[in-house]
């Protein structure tokens, strides 16, 4: 009985196949090219056995930990880090900025490519995946002197997330966004850690730089207004300027005193995007690519494209607005306030100056709670 | 000034590594984030019990970082440490003894026979769906050993000599795992003809 070397059950269990099929380079590519040009009939098997191996890494990798048990794992990981008595004694451990894990990334690759080639057939197609792992991610560390208090806000709704700052910003976070801060004294700077998509108004303070950090990508702003789309499945990072202007710039190959001094200078550096402008980054590569601009299309349930201009608006509109941009409820006297008209343009101020200029026009004060706004006036004549 | 376009962020396991020896914290993150999920998908393959799993997962990080100042300088493939680790982890709590399992397993007849005819019917008949189908179910049914072995092999791209380090057995037990697995997918192949006979079937009316 003669042997076949290249029948679906060899090829399946083919180190340089599965190489090939899994993370191919030009010169597997060009062998196995040639092996199909030499042998025209194999042409099935090899289509077979491309799909078998795939389906099998898709399926054996069907068990990762869900996001609940990751940061159940983490949070024991990291108490056993710090009670080892090896760190200096009264010193609050170093804060971790943790970006999110990146859930299911190569099983999404898998499952990906399996669907692609679903959609194809048995029809023979070349098709290319990227190296299985990916970039680091960047995880920004820092020291801090005084209380810090690490906060972590995760969205696990279907609905937009308002958050809002100590410094009074406040970034509306996406559903599966996560952002996480520090209240602490930081003299020099606002930092925040991002990893899914959120829109962030930010109060002007030119002393104190506010800083988002997303797997690499640092954004450096002085009071402005963007979107940042860094999504995990996403290979690219998005950062849309809505108002004011903002830096962006690359972390990955700094060293600890450069990034520090760069990111203490007030003003802004690296590549500076103003209204309206788009870039993307790599997160493999570390480019920063800049992206046409897109047309505005003003909508109520999306605060980013959101134009906030009221000219005799009737508070009941406004606030109506408000509460559909940033997913938040506001309690008032309708009968009293109601009908009030206002007449500003808020666009790119956090949701506290919102509510402090709207409450200055009706003499009315405001109060947050969770979830919930809370106006008392006592409306206009 | 900052450069802008920078090469590739990615730190080498090495790299990060040696940075734990010194007490790196940011390179530690950055080996649990990398490891922990495809970790524990390989523990659930040794233990259904997730709690057992995810105890292993962290008890193998815990380890490192208490133990970083004793941490080999030279650690070929910090991939391949972790997952041994990990299996000495859950065979320990298993209260498994390496040594008696072996010795059951040591039937290595290789019998690569030639199948070719009823292969022609595996690959021109079935479908991507039938083909997916088969495989979880033929995971689900699979002896424990092989199915370690395709996950290690398939999923977490070790090479067999890796794989024969990790399960502590020789290079022809690890081909052997993995082609009894294979055949076993041509071995249910009458199920397949009906199934695909009836798909076809269905297609036509």
């Known amino acids: 009985m003669k042997h076949d070397p290249y029948s679906l059950t060899e090829l399946i269990r083919n180190e340089a196949f599965i190489a090939w099929v899994m993370h191919p380079d030009e010169l597997s590519d060009r062998k196995w090219r040639a092996f199909l040009e030499n042998n025209p009939g194999k042409r099935q098997t090899v289509d077979s056995a491309r799909e078998y191996v795939i389906l099998l890494a898709k399926d054996t990798g069907r068990h990762q930990p869900t996001q609940k048990q990751s940061d159940r794992m983490w949070s024991i990981v990291e108490s056993h880090m710090h009670d080892d008595g090896q760190k200096m004694p009264d010193h609050e451990p170093v804060a971790v900025?943790?970006?999110?894990?990146?859930?299911?990334?190569?099983?999404?690759?898998?499952?990906?490519?399996?669907?692609?080639?679903?959609?194809?057939?048995?029809?023979?197609?070349?098709?290319?995946?990227?190296?299985?792992?990916?970039?680091?991610?960047?995880?920004?560390?820092?020291?801090?002197?005084?209380?810090?208090?690490t906060i972590q806000k995760y969205n696990d709704t279907d609905k937009p997330m308002t958050v809002l700052l100590q410094d009074g910003s406040s970034v509306v976070l996406q559903p599966g966004g996560r952002l996480s801060y520090s209240e602490g004294v930081n003299k020099k700077r606002r930092e925040v850690t991002l990893t899914g998509k959120a829109f962030f108004e930010i109060v002007k303070n030119k002393q104190k730089p506010f800083l988002v950090y997303s797997y690499g990508l640092a954004t450096k702003v002085l009071g402005t207004s963007f979107t940042i789309d860094a999504s995990s499945e996403s290979e690219d990072i998005k950062v849309e300027v809505r108002t004011g202007t903002v830096s962006v710039f690359s972390i990955g190959n700094l060293d600890n005193s450069q990034k520090e001094a760069v990111l203490d200078k007030p003003e802004l550096e690296g590549v500076t995007l103003s209204h309206d402008q788009r870039i993307a980054f790599s997160k493999e590569s570390g480019k920063i690519i800049p992206l046409p601009a897109v047309a505005t299309v003003t909508s109520d349930k999306d605060v980013s494209k959101q134009q906030f201009v009221f000219d005799e608006t009737p508070v009941s509109e406004v606030f109506r607005i408000l509460e559909g941009a940033y997913n938040v409820r506001i309690v008032y006297d309708r009968e009293k306030m109601g009908s009030c008209p206002l007449n500003a343009t808020l666009i790119g101020q956090p949701l506290k100056e919102k509510l402090d200029v709207i409450c200055n026009a009706l003499d009315a004060q405001y109060d947050v709670t969770d979830n919930q706004i809370t106006i008392l006036g006592k409306g206009c004549k | 000034m900052i450069q802008i376009a920078t090469s590739t962020g990615e730190t080498k396991d090495h790299d990060l590594w040696q940075r734990i020896r010194t007490g790196d914290e940011q390179a530690f993150t950055a080996i649990f984030e990398r490891y922990h999920r495809t970790l524990y998908n390989y523990g659930s393959k040794l233990s259904t019990n997730s709690s057992l799993v995810e105890d292993a997962v962290q008890d193998v990080f815990i380890d490192?970082?208490?133990?970083?100042?004793?941490?080999?300088?030279?650690?070929?493939?910090?991939?391949?440490?972790?997952?041994?680790?990990?299996?000495?982890?859950?065979?320990?709590?298993?209260?498994?003894?390496?040594?008696?399992?072996?010795?059951?397993?040591?039937?290595?007849?290789?019998?690569?026979?030639?199948h070719t005819h009823s292969e022609a019917i595996l690959i021109e008949v079935e479908s991507t769906s039938i083909r997916a189908q088969r495989i979880q179910e033929l995971l689900a049914q699979l002896p424990e050993r092989q199915v370690e072995a395709l996950t290690l092999r398939y999923f977490d791209d070790f090479s067999i000599e890796e794989i024969a380090g990790i399960m502590g057995v020789n290079e022809k037990s690890v081909r052997n795992f993995i082609y009894k697995a294979l055949t076993s997918l041509r071995q249910s192949r009458?199920?397949?003809?009906?199934?695909?006979?009836?798909?076809?079937?269905l297609l036509f009316f």
Do not use: C
């Open chain 1, 97 to 149: 900025f943790k970006t999110s894990r990146r859930q299911g990334w190569r099983w999404a690759r898998v499952a990906a490519s399996a669907a692609l080639i679903l959609s194809i057939g048995s029809v023979s197609y070349w098709f290319y995946y990227k190296k299985a792992d990916g970039p680091l991610q960047e995880v920004a560390v820092r020291e801090e002197t005084g209380t810090t208090n």
């Open chain 2, 190 to 201: 009458e199920i397949l003809l009906i199934s695909s006979l009836i798909f076809w079937l």
């Open chain 2, 64 to 114: 490192i970082w208490r133990l970083r100042q004793n941490l080999t300088e030279n650690v070929t493939s910090v991939k391949f440490y972790l997952y041994r680790a990990l299996r000495r982890r859950i065979h320990v709590a298993l209260d498994k003894f390496p040594s008696m399992e072996e010795i059951s397993e040591l039937d290595d007849e290789d019998t690569p026979a030639n």
